[in-house]
């Protein structure tokens, strides 16, 4: 990766910054889907805006750093177009359900309110042409004041266009305090699919905390930071420790599962790519069909969410086909989405599958570029994203968890972020 030049500048230090101005209204309508796999008022990337990553360290790292710390977050992202461009990074302070929290810009950042990125690496292949650009932050010229959800959002400086956010955490203390557990629960769907029910505990010095009213707990299976789930159940009978799980009703799906896509070399076969063709404005590459609960533990079956984009200056996009066999018993009328890292997890009608009688069976294309990536096929009823419909009930899956504990600030009248801990299910 090239060198990547930041240029910091001083804004407004009161009012909002302009990453809370409203969605347009498709975006709106994507984000009110139950179940959707991005957070409320997340801005999915254009189409020229591809392999996208935030992370910590290294790119399996979920997005969260401690606060006050060395840690850092790097963003990473492709610009299709022939031409370098200047980017204009904001963030903005979140409360524990995503929504938009009260405190103001200078009370959360440190330093300037928005920072800069322009340069990048120059793809070598041409069709289509990327430049691939790197952020790290917090830097010297941005930090963050407080803990809590945030959402980094990036501009193209030249047109000020909205081109996508991505949230990320940063919490106050170690695991050290925060202990989490599971147990194993059968039968509780007509799948008969293993549940997990999460326990946490959470010890606390401050005798001014009402853990009835300021602490609660909420655990989040594979980063889907959306699709958390609060504690609805508690006890705090011991002085300084708040104990909180999962009712059973609002256990976790324990067999979640992902499929890998291989696209190291796009134009060699193997067992995934059964066709290449090098087109002149951009290679088409065709995948194995995928086949909806062919066996127990499919060889492409994968317990890991991971996006891994090649980081080569000679690594070349592609528009691959994605095809999906589904048996007449697990056929339905819902759309049927391809999501996966390459497209950031998003429902739009970019990634829906269509039907293809003649083939008997659902075709979709995106544009990709070489790596390896984790995906899966969703369906949604346009009000409801099902995320397991399609899933192999058997899967030999291990489960990532995150454990969050929010404090009800009452000075900032916001949610800070107090302790994390991570985990995994053993799976079979």
Known sequence: MGSVTLIATLSCSSGRSSTATQNSSSQERAHQL???????????????????????NSESNAPIIRLNSSERLTLRFDDLSRESSMFR?????????????????????????????????????????WHAYEYTFPNEQMGIRISGNFMLHVYRQETNEHLFSLPFLVHEATDGDLTTSY???????????????????FTYDDPHILPQNDLSIYFVQNQFWSLAREADQQD????????????????????????????????????????????QRIPQVTLQRDIVNLGIAPSNRNSV??????????????????QLEVPDRER??????????????????????????????????????????????????GRRVNLTRLDASFASTRQEYH?????RDQALQADRLVAVNRFFSTGF
């Open 34 to 56: 139950l179940n959707a796999m991005t957070v409320p008022g997340q801005r999915l990337p254009p189409e020229n805006v591809r392999s996208l990553q935030l992370f910590r």
């Open 89 to 129: 990074v904001e963030i903005t302070h979140h409360n524990r359900d995503w929504s938009l929290s009260n405190v103001i810009p200078n009370l959360y950042l440190r330093g300037f309110m928005q920072d800069f990125i322009h340069g990048g690496q120059v793809g070598r292949f041409q069709n289509p042409s």
């Open 183 to 201: 147990e194993e629960l059968y039968n509780l769907d007509s799948r008969y699919m293993r549940h997990h029910q999460l326990f946490a505990r």
């Open 236 to 279: 705090f009978s011991e002085q300084g420790v708040a104990r909180m799980y999962l009712s059973r009703s609002e256990a976790f799906i324990g067999t979640f599962e992902f499929m890998h896509l291989n696209l190291s070399q796009i134009d060699q076969y193997s067992l995934q790519i059964t066709d290449f063709r090098d087109g």
């Open 305 to 322: 969410r991971f996006t891994a984009p090649s980081r080569r200056f000679d690594a070349r996009y592609a528009l691959v086909r994605f």
């Open 332 to 381: 339905t009328d819902d759309a049927i989405y391809v999501v996966g890292g390459f497209n950031n997890w998003g429902i739009s009608p970019q990634n829906r599958m269509q039907w293809s009688a003649s083939e008997g069976l659902y075709t979709g294309q995106v544009v990709v570029k070489e790596g390896n990536y984790a995906y899966k096929y969703v369906t949604s009823n």
């Open 403 to 407: 454990t969050l504990v929010y404090l």
